[in-house]
């Protein structure tokens, strides 16, 4: 079945500063989607994004299909940015979604 | 607009014994899934519901089973229980269409623990 892994696993950051974590997937997806799961467990929908690049306000969502990659951009890092971030990907020609590793962040005051 | 909503928001029960957990999807969305994360893992699939029927699911055994009411709201039903049970479930909502799986939205989950 398909693989997804994400870098860097641990991530520990100052406030202000910029980051950039990574989803490789080992087949064809036709969707992708990155979370942000809080302290609480809550999972946070960030991106859906299939291909292309989006921009939600300090975040920004890149994902070259054909490479079989995606990017998540943090910029000027804030303390609630901290958590651990997923990306998830539907396993090839079914409804059953594969989660990555995740990053673990923490951001410091 | 509400969300997708889970309930109870904790749960302990013994060994051995069944649990029932519930789910509402967000407004408009018709198919459910749901996913078990054991501390420190990511989320795995369960299974997914769709107009009323288990429709895709993962690596789970029989002790596992759901049900879709015709409102699209969900429950999951866990026999048996392990310690090994004890875990995060969370409950996804999506819009089902031609060209899916679409976007999921997660409710805030419920905390199972099995003692």
């Known amino acids: 079945g398909i693989q997804v892994e994400q870098s860097p696993p641990d991530l520990i950051l100052q406030e202000g500063a910029n980051s950039t974590l990574r989803c490789n997937f080992s087949?064809?997806?036709?969707?992708l989607q990155w979370f942000h799961q809080n302290p609480w467990g809550q999972l946070i929908n960030l991106f859906y994004?299939?291909?292309g690049t989006k921009q939600n306000g300090r975040l920004s969502a890149t994902t070259v299909a054909t490479e079989r990659y995606s990017l998540l951009y943090i910029s000027s890092s804030q303390t609630t940015d901290s958590g651990v971030y997923f990306c998830?990907?539907?396993?090839?020609?079914?409804?059953?979604?594969?989660f990555g590793t995740g990053t673990r962040l923490k951001v410091l005051a | 607009d509400a969300g997708v909503t889970q309930s109870p928001t904790h749960l302990i029960k013994t060994r051995g014994q069944q649990v029932t957990l519930r789910c509402s999807p967000k407004s408009g969305h018709d198919t459910v899934s749901w996913y078990q994360q054991a501390l420190g893992q990511g989320p795995q699939f369960i299974f997914q519901?769709?107009?009323?029927?288990?429709?895709q699911r993962g690596n789970f055994p029989d002790r596992f089973s759901g049900h879709q009411f015709p409102n699209y709201s969900s429950e999951l039903n866990v026999n048996a229980l392990l310690l090994g049970d004890s875990a995060l479930y969370l409950c996804?909502?999506?819009?089902?269409?031609?060209?899916?799986?679409?976007?999921?939205?997660f409710g805030p989950g419920t905390r199972l623990t099995v003692t």
């Open positions: 994004i299939p291909s």
């Open positions: 087949d064809s997806v036709n969707n």
């Open positions: 996804a909502s999506s819009l089902q269409g031609q060209g899916g799986p679409y976007e999921q939205y």
């Open positions: 998830a990907v539907p396993r090839g020609g079914t409804y059953k979604y594969i």
């Open positions: 519901y769709y107009e009323e029927e288990e429709r």
